[in-house]
């Protein structure tokens, strides 16, 4: 069975840094595009960040490009999102989920629970 | 303000069929599959349909996707109460260099 689980928000001030981790489970990691969608407090979801199987393509939504990186370590079975220069609107339910094969294109399928990132101003 | 427009609510009593619109545009629903997810509050968000109109595994076949052109639609028959969520649409868009895009959801409630 594939497992997701997310770690790594918490309680930062404006301009900080976090890095988020989802350690996999389940399934052949190194073949697998993973994402980072967002739910903000009485929103809907943002999608924020795609890698691909390899880790050779990633993606960013624009009101992240910059200041977020997303990577792989294909040893440890965990994708990570590093955020820097948090702002107040990063505030949000992070949630990895695993993509389709190789490619960044094709279902989101299982979600993690979602870690939560507060950004205090 | 999202990619693909959804219309914030809808609602139905048991029984009866729902169905939820999205819209977007070349770039993406007109190029490429459309997926739906549904989001019950404190879960994480599940994979209700892939590739337009197919259903994973576990997923009742009271739910079903259609797509036309830039829009795409969820049918929801035989309501049940159990069905009430968020639902959410999303597409890959082939714009700038790509990127996911979602809808601004859709809260279902069963009357």
């Known amino acids: 069975e594939v497992h997701l689980l997310e770690s790594g928000g918490g309680l930062v001030q404006s301009g900080g840094s976090l890095r988020l981790s989802c350690a996999a489970s389940g399934f052949t990691f190194g073949s697998y595009a993973m994402s980072w969608v967002r739910q903000p407090p009485g929103k809907g979801l943002e999608w924020v960040s795609s890698?691909?199987?390899?880790?050779?393509?990633?993606y960013y939504a624009d009101s992240v490009k910059g200041r977020f990186t997303i990577s792989r370590d294909e040893s440890e079975n965990t994708v990570y999102l590093q955020m820097n220069s948090l702002r107040a609107d990063d505030t949000a339910l992070y949630y990895c989920?695993?993509?389709?094969?190789?490619?960044?294109?094709?279902?989101?399928?299982?979600w993690g629970q979602g870690t939560l990132v507060t950004v205090s101003s | 303000q999202s990619v693909l427009t959804q219309p914030p609510s809808a609602s139905g009593t048991p029984g009866q069929r729902v169905t939820i619109s999205c819209s977007g545009s070349?770039?993406?629903?007109?190029?490429?599959?459309v997926y739906w997810y549904q989001h019950l509050p404190g879960t994480a968000p599940k994979l209700l349909i892939y590739?337009?109109?197919q259903r994973p595994s576990g997923v009742p076949d009271r739910f079903s996707g259609s797509k036309s052109d830039t829009s795409a639609s969820l049918a929801i028959s035989g309501l049940r109460s159990e069905d009430e969520a968020a639902y959410y649409c999303a597409a890959w868009d082939d714009s700038l260099s790509g990127h996911w895009v979602f809808g601004g959801g859709t809260k279902l409630t069963v009357l």
């Open positions: 590739r337009n109109n």
């Open positions: 989920a695993k993509g389709a094969i190789f490619g960044v294109a094709g279902a989101l399928d299982p």
């Open positions: 070349s770039s993406n629903i007109g190029s490429n599959y």
């Open positions: 890698i691909s199987g390899s880790g050779g393509s990633t």
